[in-house]
C-alpha cells in the first residue's frame, strides 16, 4: 500500500532521547496510569466535551499518531488500525503484541471494536464520512487533529494533551514535551556547531501510480519541516501545503525549480523508493543540481512522519546525521 493510500487520503516521521535529556520510567501497565482517579470530561478537536466516568484504561485508536501518543504515555491501546502497517512505519513507540487490529485507518470494524470492552477510541477526522457517528453510538469518541499546517508542533502536542487528560497520564506527557524541547535544543546546537544553520532542505516522499512517479513536498506547514526549522534548517520548497498535513505536491519536472539544496526523503522498504528504482535512469532526475553533487539523501525506514515527540526525536537525530554524512 502506497504511503498515500496510508495516509487517509490526505488530499484529493527507536526512542532517541538523550541520557542528559533526563528521561524517567515510563508506567508499565494502563493501570498504574489511571488508578483511584474519578471522572474526567475532555474536550477535543471538534470542541465537544467528551465525559468519561474514569480515566480511560482501554483504548484503541484508529490513527498512527494517537497510537504513538497513547504507547508514549504508557498506555498501551488494546485495538489499532493497521498493525502492520503501523510496525512498518512507525518505530518510535512499538506496540508490545497485545493490540487486536480493528481494520483501516480510515473506516475501523465496528464489530471488532464492539468486542473489546473499549473506554474509549481516539480519531482523527481521517475516517470516513458515517464511520464516526456509528463508532460513537457505541463508544467514547476522542476526535484529534491529524495535524495543523499553522503551527505543527503546537498541534502534535495538543494531541498529545488531550489523550493525556482522558487517560489520566498528564504527567507523562509534560515529561515527553520536555524531552523533546531539550532534544531539539540539542539538536540545534549540533546544526550549529555542523555550520549548517540558515541551509536549505527540500524534504519529501514519493510513490508510484500506473508507472509514473508523484513528488510530495514537506513544505513549511509539515510536522517534520517545522522541527527541522526548530534546528535552524529552512525549507527549500517554495510552494504552499494543504492545511492540515503541510504537503504539497510535484513531480519530477518541478524538481527542476530547486537550487543546489539539500534533497531529503524518506522511503521504505515494504513500499519501494522511487527515487532509486523509477527515477534510476531518468534524465531530469539525474540532471538536477542536487543529485549531481551528491546531495540527496534517504532518512532511516520506519520514521513517522506525522507521528508525536518521539518520532520527531527520532527526525532530530537523523537530521542531524544526514548533515554529518
Known sequence: MRITRMLLGLSAAATFFVAACGTTEEPTSNAAATSGAGPVTVVDSRGKEVKLPHPAKRVAATEWNAVEHLVSLGVMPVGVSDIKGYGQWASAAPLDGTPKDIGTRGEPSLDT??????????????????????IEAKVPVLVINGGDAKDPVAGMYAGLDVIAKATGTETRAAQLKSEFEQKLTAGQAEVEKLGAAGQKVAFSDAYVTSGSVS??????????????????????????????????????????????????????????DPYQQQLAGNAIWQNLAFVKSGKVHRFPDSLWMFGGPKSMAQFVDAAVAALKG
Open 215 to 272: 513528488i510530495r513536498p514537506y513544505t513549511k506547514g509539515a510536522l517534520v519541516s517545522a522541527v527541522f526549522g526548530r534546528l535552524g534548517l529552512d525549507t527549500a520548497w517554495p510552494m504552499d501545503g494543504d492545511p492540515t498535513y503541510g504537503l504539497g505536491q510535484a513531480d519530477v519536472e518541478g524538481l527542476t525549480k530547486l537550487p543546489d539544496v539539500r534533497f531529503w526523503y524518506i522511503a521504505n522498504n515494504a513500499d519501494g
Open 113 to 134: 471494536l464492539g468486542s473489546l470492552g473499549l473506554d474509549l477510541v481516539v480519531v482523527t477526522d481521517s475516517v470516513t464520512e458515517g464511520a464516526l457517528e456509528q
